[in-house]
Structure formats: C-alpha cells, structure tokens
C-alpha cells in the first residue's frame, strides 16, 4: 500500500529522518538509502514523499521505498 507524507526531521549526518503520513498516526523512521532521488538532490525537511511501510530487524514499522510526490 502506498502512502504519502512528509519529512519531520532529517540528520545529514547519519542519513536517517523521521516522516509523518499525511493521515495521521506515528512518525515513522527512514533511511537516506531508502530514498530514490536524483543524483545531488538532497532530503529536505517538509519534503513530500509516497512511501511503503515495512519492519525492519525488531520488528519496527519504517517508511521504505520513498518517492518525491
């Protein structure tokens, strides 16, 4: 399922931010991996993306498969 929202908090540093879905519920952490942009184009907080959510290792829900919408 796809889902849209955007981006709350991003750390440079360690490539890793938090999205808020636009309908609500949890932030959900993410990954600068996760994320398919064009080469140079930064994550930029309040930025728009369409997203899945997965489980990671502990079975956390986080936003994957992020696309600029």
Known sequence: MTNH???QT???MTGTGFISPE???ELLPF???DVYR???DEVQERQRFR???DFD???ERQAVNL???
């Open 38 to 40: 064009n080469v140079g």
């Open 51 to 53: 997203y899945e959510v």
């Open 23 to 25: 309908d609500g519920g």
């Open 10 to 12: 991003f750390n440079r």
């Open 57 to 59: 290792a502990d079975g």
């Open 31 to 33: 990954r600068q991996i």
């Open 5 to 7: 929202g955007k981006v």
């Open 67 to 69: 696309h600029s919408a």
